[in-house]
C-alpha cells in the first residue's frame, strides 16, 4: 500500500535527524527548551529541533501529545484547533487531518494539513510519533482553510536514565505553511511558537491524573 510505503521512508527519516548533529544553529532558548534550526532538504524552508525536559514521566507526557481524535492536545496546545481521523490504516498508522488556527497577530489565517501519521515504541522505552502530508480523497482542499505541508517531522519522548519523573522531549517540524507569506514572518513564527509548545505542555502535564502504562503490543511498529 501507498501510505505504508511512505511511512517506511518516514520513519528512517526522522531516526535520521534524530541521530544527526551535523548543521544545526540555535535560534532561540527558554526555560523549557532550546531550539535549533538548519535548512531543509525536502523543501525551500527549514527544519526546525526543539529539545527539553519535562518533569512528569513519559507516560503522563505520551498522553498530552499522542495524535488522536478527542485527545488532550487540542486542550493545551495553542496551534491545534481540530484534529481529526480520516482512516486507520493499521494499529500504529493513520490518516488525520490536523487544523491550526489563526497565529501571530493573525498575520497567518487558519490552515489545515493531511498527514500519515506513525506510532512507533522503541526498545530503550522512547515512545514517538512521525508525520509527513498525504493526499486523501476524503479530505481535499477546503475554501476555509490554506492547506500547508508538513514534511517529515516527529516527536520523541524518551525516558530520562534514573529519573522517572522526568522525560526528554525531541520535536522536529518542517513544515511548509503554504499560502503568501514573507519570509520574515515564517522565520521568526517557528521558534516562538516552539517555545510556546514547550511551556504550555510543561504546564499540561500536571494537570493528567490517569497514566496509563506503554501497551508494547500496541504500539509495536511493523514497518
Not at 32 to 43: A, K, L, N
Request: proline share 8%; net charge neutral; aromatic share 12%.
Amino acid at each position: 500500500m501507498a501510505y505504508q510505503e511512505r511511512v517506511r521512508s518516514l520513519a528512517d527519516t526522522v531516526q535520521l535527524y534524530r541521530r544527526d548533529p551535523s548543521g544545526w544553529q540555535s535560534c532561540k532558548r527558554t526555560n523549557e527548551v532550546s531550539i535549533y534550526w538548519r535548512p531543509s532538504t525536502e523543501f525551500s524552508g527549514n527544519i526546525y529541533k526543539g529539545d527539553g525536559i519535562v518533569s512528569a514521566s513519559p507516560e503522563a507526557v505520551w498522553e498530552c501529545l499522542k495524535p488522536e481524535a478527542g485527545g488532550l492536545r487540542t486542550k493545551w496546545d495553542q496551534n491545534v484547533k481540530d484534529f481529526e481521523l480520516i482512516e486507520t490504516i493499521s494499529d500504529t498508522i493513520s490518516i488525520c487531518r490536523t487544523i491550526t488556527p489563526s497565529a501571530f497577530m493573525k498575520i497567518i489565517s487558519p490552515r489545515d494539513f493531511v498527514d500519515v501519521v506513525l506510532i512507533k515504541q522503541y526498545e530503550d522505552g522512547t515512545i514517538a510519533s512521525a508525520a509527513t502530508n498525504v493526499e486523501h480523497p476524503l479530505s481535499p482542499p477546503q475554501p476555509t482553510y490554506v492547506r500547508g505541508f508538513n514534511y517529515p517531522c516527529g516527536c520523541f519522548c524518551i525516558p530520562v536514565p534514573g529519573v522517572p519523573d522526568k522525560t526528554q522531549v525531541l520535536t522536529f517540524f518542517q513544515t511548509d505553511l503554504g499560502g503568501y507569506l514573507p519570509q520574515t514572518v515564517v522565520d521568526s513564527f517557528f521558534p516562538s511558537s516552539m517555545a510556546g509548545f514547550y511551556s504550555n505542555l510543561s504546564k499540561a502535564v500536571k494537570t493528567v491524573k490517569t497514566r496509563p502504562a506503554f501497551s508494547q503490543r500496541k504500539y509495536e511498529s511493523r514497518c
